[in-house]
């Protein structure tokens, strides 16, 4: 039976299945998928098929499994394979599979297939405790997600080795449910055009030195991918950053230095902007003057004059349209609270969402972030401390609650 209604109806889902206990969960969640209506296509890899049969998936997804790049028979097109899909699925994701996806190896079908994707991909992880935890296996997880695919997380219960603790894969319902939230939600910013920014400025003071901040980009990054995901076309203006940036769907990336530069490509994109989020850490202050050659060392101190820099999220304040949904970051360290409701009516922001370095796992330098989102009318929308895509996707249905219900 397909649910008629089902988000997934006539999707297209590419699930990767590789060398891990778990695969007999695919089973599983090839019959879920093909029952909520989806159009099922199996890529294994030669060592999944230790764990599971070709003919089980190929019945269940009424498509053949594909396993080799080429055989004598035939060549598999891994490009075309990579555009096909809506989204590709890597469940069981192997820490073998794991550990070649985040340093670009390419020996199999489904290694090609994820290079090629021009869809969103989605892993979910399998392994024992002790290698779930393993600095190296944290580090291939960190590089996946920079590079813009989106994990689930391991579950804990008991594992093939006897112990019990965490490196379960997600359980097929879950991993559906996931889909179902983050790809095929109705596309409510459909049309819609957003601005945001992220990372840091550099304001140079000669050729070898700048003033800068600790911002990452991730927040910023995440929060263009969520509104792209929920239909907008998207302007990113990226400060310097170490954050690897793949052409995505429904983002145009302009990369910016200076405070000034950022200023300039705000101004440029604003008057067409439905949805403007304003996450980039831009500096206050840029020198007045930047030497042409390198400072040398000389004497014991060093004055540097400084100007203020202009007030980006001020300035789109003043010229903000009806109909023009405008929100601003806070990150504070004293009086939270009461910075970020000012911050609200100077700026004249419509909504203001609140860090504070006084939480742990927030600000600069993390892959979690805790947020509290205030709005003109006073409402105040508190969550908890979370990967920064989890909270994204809060900021993006606050506005969309808010805004375009």
Known sequence: ?????????????????????????????????????????????????????????????????????????????????????????????????????????????????????????????????????????????????????????????????????????????????????????????????????AGPTYEPIDPVRFIGNHSSGKMGLAIARELATRGADVSLVMGPTQLPLNVERGITIKRVTTAQQMFDACVEEYADTDITVMAAAVADYTPETVASQKIKKKDDKLSLSLRKTNDILKHLGEQKKKGQVLAGFALETTNERQHALEKLQKKNADLIILNSLNDAGAGFGHDTNKITIFDKSGKEFSFDNKSKTAAAKDIVDTIISLYYA
């Open 1 to 197: 039976m397909v649910f008629l209604h089902s988000m997934l109806s006539c999707k297209k889902i590419l699930l990767g299945i590789t060398g891990s206990i778990a695969a007999y969960k695919s089973v599983y969640l090839v019959r879920q998928l093909v029952k909520e209506g989806a159009d099922v296509k199996v890529i294994m890899t030669p060592a999944a098929k230790d764990f599971v049969s070709t003919l089980t998936l190929s019945t269940l997804s009424k498509n053949p499994v594909l396993v080799d790049l080429f055989d004598e028979q035939s060549w598999s097109n891994h490009v075309m394979l990579g555009r096909w899909a809506d989204v590709i699925v890597i469940a069981p994701l192997s820490c073998n599979t794991l550990a070649k996806m985040a340093n670009g190896q390419c020996d199999n079908l489904l290694l090609a297939t994820y290079l090629s994707a021009t869809c969103p991909v989605v892993v979910a992880p399998a392994m024992d405790e002790d290698m779930w935890h393993h600095p190296s296996t944290k580090h291939n997880i960190n590089r996946l997600t920079e590079y813009g695919n989106h994990v689930i997380p391991v579950e804990k219960g008991d594992l093939a080795s006897g112990l019990n603790g965490e490196g379960r894969m997600a359980e097929p319902e879950t991993i559906v449910e996931f889909l179902r939230t983050r790809f095929f939600l109705p596309e409510r910013l459909a049309g819609k055009k957003a601005l945001v920014t």
